[in-house]
């Protein structure tokens, strides 16, 4: 415990199940207000248009106020940051719902009409009374803590990526040759990790190393557009893993308990580990690619030490994301999400599906395995042609890594 998008219309912001059967002093709260508005916070996230790495940060800073404003009223477990004792009328699914709602609100104040109406439902579930008032000033105090704590983390910094090009180090790539995306991210502080560097990653290979010419060779054959390897199956996994795996996550877990529901306080806790977990191993991630920045496949190919080995017409299925390569972002987080549903649900019985609408699809899969979930995402961004294996298989690694630390030492029972 510490001391201290896609655009969502009125109607549809309706649409998501705001309005619940009214609670009163005998009916427990209602767990859906906790995936309500983690799907609003998706709805907000995507229409501010936060870039996906980025997006991790802001749902952890959702769930983190939420999770403290319910288990301040429920107990069960020890708060992130420190709160004031609740009254003992006080309704946690109003608490849950304000937290939301005012962490949105500062962070999204263009979307304050939609987060208005969303609440303003949210509030017509419980009557009028002590518990809703009360409720209210749990979760406004929630979000108010998280919020002051994170004033100064470092977020928006104007930090730049200044490299000098030669081979094995990261370049702006075709076709938009635009530059690091989100650099400061590396630099924030995390919201379980003492440090971005505190879990170390074994860092980039050699370009003379049999390692790194074997798996240039592997991208070079499953990872190109129109001449690969890859089987049809291979390429709608590899579309389906392209779209943002934070999202994905996100939304799979909303439908989990949607199927098989927590109570309240497991509700918001569940969100607050896999958010949070997101976040750091993002952060972590980003800050091994600002001190190390390798080449993507896609200039290694078509720039090759070797001339005879070039190949200036090779394209990847999909553009190459704006950052350097090592480690590889969608690993991390994905890493990450898997090790926290592991524990939630075990590591052979996820009973998780997963959306996407990648090119030209719209598409869900189910997975149980945690195995079979790490295996297919990193098998993906290689048959996109945007990353090595080296930088998939330390990305998962180092996922697992933060989100086992992290859960190790927060949310735990009080």
Known sequence: ?????????????????????????????????????????????????????????????????TYDAVVTIEGGYEPYLRQPRAHRKASSQIAAATAAYKTLRHYFPASAA??????????????????????????ERAAQALIDERAHDGRDAPITLNVTPKPGVWRPTPPALAPMSTPWLGFVDPLTLRSPKQIKVRGVYSIKSRAYAKDVEEVRAWGEKDESVRSAHQTETALFWSVSPVQ???????????RHPFDIARSARAFAMLSSANADALIACWRTKYDDPFWRPVTAIRE??????????????????????????HACVSGSASEVFARLFGKRSLDLNISSTGPGTTITRHYDSARALDK??????????????????DGNKL???????????????D
């Open 114 to 139: 939609d987060l208005d109406l969303a609440y303003d439902s949210s509030l017509a579930t419980v009557p009028n009374g002590v518990g809703k008032t009360e409720g209210v000033k749990v979760g």
């Open 1 to 65: 415990m510490r001391s201290t998008i896609l655009a969502a219309s009125a109607a549809a912001v309706l649409s998501v199940g705001l309005v619940a059967p009214v609670a009163s002093a005998e009916r427990p709260a209602d767990p859906a207000v906790v995936t309500t508005w983690n799907q609003v916070a998706a709805d907000t996230i995507a229409k501010a248009g936060v870039p996906v790495q980025a997006s991790a940060l802001y749902f952890g800073f959702v769930s983190l106020a």
């Open 376 to 393: 297919e995402t990193m098998n993906a961004r290689v048959w996109l042609g945007i990353h090595f294996r080296w930088a998939m298989d």
């Open 248 to 258: 994905q996550y996100q939304a799979a877990l909303r439908d989990r308990l949607k």
């Open 399 to 413: 996922g697992h890594q933060i989100a086992s630390w992290a859960m190790k030492r927060e949310f735990q029972r």
């Open 304 to 329: 090759a030490v070797d001339p005879a080995k070039r190949d200036l017409d090779w394209e990847p299925l999909i553009a190459t994301p704006p950052y350097p390569e090592y480690a590889s972002g």
